[in-house]
T-cell receptor
Framework: AQSVAQPEDQVNVAEGNPLTVKCTYSVSGNPYLFWYVQYPNRGLQFLLKYITGDNLVKGSYGFEAEFNKSQTSFHLKKPSALVSDSALYFCAVRALRAGNNRKLIWGLGTSLAVNP | NAGVTQTPKFQVLKTGQSMTLQCAQDMNHEYMSWYRQDPGMGLRLIHYSVGAGITDQGEVPNGYNVSRSTTEDFPLRLLSAAPSQTSVYFC???????????????FGSGTRLTVV
């Protein structure tokens, strides 16, 4: 069965420090992987995706994510955190060849707090 | 472009009442979906549509109906509201059902529903 885990409910980081939000997945075959961000009282916004190619994917707002097939992980990173990055972050996955079942499986979210 | 527009933003219903949550998109997306977001539960798919006239059930369809008569609109109907349907509801659309286009899913800003 497909699944996504975000092992940390909350991540705290000081402004200017690097941040990492973790995601691990389980899927049959090769995965499509996604990160979304949700600011307070807003809908989710697409940050980035991995389908194939370079394991380091760059996305919006200076975020990037690293795909690691051996560790089945897709951690979200940013070299220097901003207070405005404080939000809820969701990882999602689906199988690359899912036939008719192309629905995304979502993680439960990680709350990122960037302290001034 | 307005993107995905959801109305109303807030709603309070009494148990047993019915109502329709509206969702409209102006991006000519074929795929539209409804999610509910509850604390500790993440995002759960209620219903989805891969084009006008085509709808299907997601993970938690009971108590909800949908229809897709046009590409632009995808209303969600609560037939007889129950307190368990208290949640934040998000509509999302995309060019692709798998969310793997360059822009991923576009989400509306949500409807916060309380059933008393």
């Amino acid at each position: 069965a497909q699944s996504v885990a975000q092992p940390e409910d909350q991540v705290n980081v000081a402004e200017g420090n690097p941040l990492t939000v973790k995601c691990t997945y389980s899927v049959s075959g090769n995965p499509y992987l996604f990160w979304y961000v949700q600011y307070p009282n807003r809908g989710l916004q697409f940050l980035l995706k991995y389908i194939t190619g370079d394991n380091l994917v760059k996305g919006s707002y200076g975020f990037e994510a690293e795909f690691n097939k051996s560790q089945t992980s897709f951690h979200l990173k940013k070299p220097s955190a901003l207070v405005s990055d404080s939000a809820l972050y969701f990882c999602a996955v689906r199988a690359l060849r899912a036939g008719n079942n192309r629905k995304l499986i979502w993680g439960l979210g990680t709350s990122l707090a960037v302290n001034p | 472009n307005a993107g995905v527009t959801q109305t109303p933003k807030f709603q309070v219903l009494k148990t047993g009442q019915s109502m329709t949550l509206q969702c409209a998109q102006d991006m000519n997306h074929e795929y539209m979906s409804w999610y509910r977001q509850d604390p500790g539960m993440g995002l759960r798919l209620i219903h989805y549509s891969v084009g006008a006239g085509i709808t299907d059930q997601g993970e938690v369809p009971n108590g909800y109906n949908v229809s897709r008569s046009t590409t632009e609109d995808f209303p969600l109907r609560l037939l007889s509201a129950a307190p368990s349907q208290t949640s934040v509801y998000f509509c999302a659309s995309s060019y692709s059902s798998g969310g793997d286009s360059n822009y991923g899913y576009t989400f509306g800003s949500g409807t916060r529903l309380t059933v008393v």
